[in-house]
């Protein structure tokens, strides 16, 4: 596999980051390399996927583009992936639905609008605890701390805001703010379920939640999708609008790429496991317990956007987004826009 530490590619290729007519293709006047970033655990299982079976650089020399390279990496934050997109350092990268709002809220309109190409999957993630007198978000106090992937802007810490709008109304959205951390997953999980650190509470992603509800003492206190009132895109691949316009073939090729990823996922979950397992070094799952929790019903692997308008209309409403969308179509790319989103 190809992932290595971010900060090491950044510099071992300077002159690249520095030079953007470096990473023009003479032949077809795009982008001759690209980098695409994710971060962990199984919602960037597709990333895994294009990048082992070489999907984007198939789909590339479909088009005339047979000498595309790519080079995927991982970032344990969602606010590390937004800066790199902003400042130049990636082309693609998958964040949550709330990121994709912040940013299009930022930038529509201008050169450097930022759009989802499409959704990457729908999955839903869990707010775990290990202490027994938390039964519902009612029952956090100052005692708790809750690991998210990034303070008041990750999927996670929205979705924590709009549970407590639905608790204690909409004027007590940030009422929960106080006791989130930022923290990546895979350190969030060891913390629950060590159960060696302040933190006793995790809003995770799979694989982690099914690791933390099978140690003994925790339990599971939410379920994003009860909140959403359904399945709801868990992450969603953005890009720059002036990337996207200046480099058709190559953003349709990361598209048919991720699109086949799901496919792949869908029909063969067992070769899908054993690629997460190799990539992520993953240890703790056997092939035959990956493919079962890829397989999960929750788990919904789909390039259609949904609950968009959901996060809009909240962070809207709440004043963290100044501008409403019309509709999921704006944004997104007109890729997807045949596509029955939400």
């Not at 970033?37 to 895994?48: A, C, D, E, V, W």
């Not at 940013?103 to 027994?132: H, I, Y």
Request: hydrophobic share 40%.
């Amino acid at each position: 596999m190809r992932r290595r530490d971010f900060c090491k590619g950044l510099a071992l290729a300077p002159a690249a980051m520095a030079s953007p007519m470096l990473m023009r293709s003479s032949f077809a006047d795009e982008a001759s390399s690209i980098v695409l970033i994710s971060q962990t655990g199984l919602p960037y299982l597709p990333m895994m996927v294009m990048d082992a079976l070489k999907l984007v650089e198939k789909h590339a020399a479909k088009a005339g583009l047979t000498s595309l390279k790519t080079d995927f990496k991982s970032l344990g934050g969602t606010q590390s992936l937004i800066d790199a997109l902003i400042s130049g350092q990636m082309q693609f990268g998958v964040t949550g639905v709330p990121g994709l709002n912040t940013l299009w809220d930022k930038t529509a309109g201008t050169p450097n609008e930022v759009r989802g190409l499409c959704a990457v999957q729908s999955m839903p993630f869990m707010l775990v605890t290990s202490r027994d007198s938390v039964k519902s978000v009612k029952d956090f106090t100052e005692k708790d701390k809750i690991a998210v992937p990034a303070v008041k802007v990750s999927n996670q810490a929205i979705c924590l805001q709009m549970a407590a709008a639905k608790e204690w109304g909409d004027d007590q959205y940030a009422r929960l703010d106080s006791f989130t951390i930022t923290r990546s997953h895979p350190e969030a999980a060891v913390s629950v379920i060590s159960k060696a650190t302040e933190i006793n509470s995790h809003y995770s992603v799979a694989p982690f939640y099914y690791y933390e509800l099978a140690t003994a003492g925790v339990h599971n206190v939410l379920k994003s999708y009860d909140t959403l009132d359904g399945p709801a895109t868990n992450g969603t691949m953005i890009m720059s609008k002036k990337f996207y316009d200046a480099n058709p073939k190559v953003s349709e090729a990361v598209y048919a790429a991720v699109t086949e990823a799901n496919d792949f996922i869908n029909k063969k979950p067992g070769e899908a496991a054993e690629i997460y397992i190799k990539t992520t070094s993953e240890k703790r799952s056997s092939q035959s317990e990956m493919a079962k929790f890829i397989s999960d019903p929750d788990n919904i692997w789909t390039t259609t956007p949904q609950q968009n308008m959901k996060y809009a209309g909240f962070m809207h409403k709440v004043g963290t987004m100044k501008r409403l969308p019309n509709a999921w179509k704006d944004l997104y790319m007109p890729a997807v826009h045949d596509l029955q989103g939400t």
